[in-house]
C-alpha cells in the first residue's frame, strides 16, 4: 500500500477558492486515485476520481462544474482544486487509493488513505 497525506485544508468564506493536495510515498502510476470527504454525523462520500492516467475523472453532481481533480505521476502527487466553495462543502477531505482501472465511486474498493484535512467554508 501506498501511504498518503492530504494537505490545504483550511478555513475559507462562500464563493472562495482553496486546493488540496496529497503527496505519496510511492510511485501512484499504477493507482486511479479518489478524494472523499466526510462532514459531521454524515457518510463519507464521494467528491470524484481520476484515472491513473489523469485522461478521465468523474465527479459528484454536488461538486461538478466548480470542483476539479488533476495528477502528477511524475512527483506522485494529486491535486484538488475548489472553487466556489459552499458551507455545504466543509467536511474533512480524504485522498484515496485504488488498483480499479478507471476509478471507482465505492470507498470500499480504495486501498490506501490519507489522514483528511478539514475544510470549512463560513457563509
Known amino acids: 500500500q501506498v501511504q498518503l497525506a492530504e494537505s490545504g485544508g483550511g478555513l475559507v468564506q462562500a464563493g472562495g477558492s482553496l486546493r488540496l493536495s496529497c503527496a505519496a510515498s510511492a510511485s501512484i502510476s499504477n493507482y486511479a486515485m479518489g478524494w472523499f470527504r466526510q462532514a459531521p454525523g454524515k457518510e463519507r462520500e464521494l467528491v470524484g476520481f481520476?484515472?491513473?492516467?489523469?485522461?478521465?475523472?468523474s465527479y459528484a453532481d454536488s461538486v461538478k462544474g466548480r470542483f476539479a481533480i488533476s495528477r502528477d505521476n511524475t512527483k506522485n502527487t494529486v491535486n484538488l482544486q475548489m472553487n466556489n466553495l459552499k458551507p455545504e462543502d466543509t467536511a474533512v477531505y480524504y485522498c484515496?487509493?485504488?488498483?480499479?482501472?478507471?476509478?471507482?465511486?465505492?470507498?470500499?474498493?480504495?486501498?490506501?488513505w490519507g489522514q483528511g484535512t478539514q475544510v470549512t467554508v463560513s457563509s
Open positions: 484515496a487509493a485504488t488498483k480499479v482501472f478507471y476509478g471507482s465511486h465505492r470507498a470500499t474498493d480504495y486501498d490506501s
Open positions: 481520476i484515472m491513473w492516467s489523469g485522461s478521465d475523472t
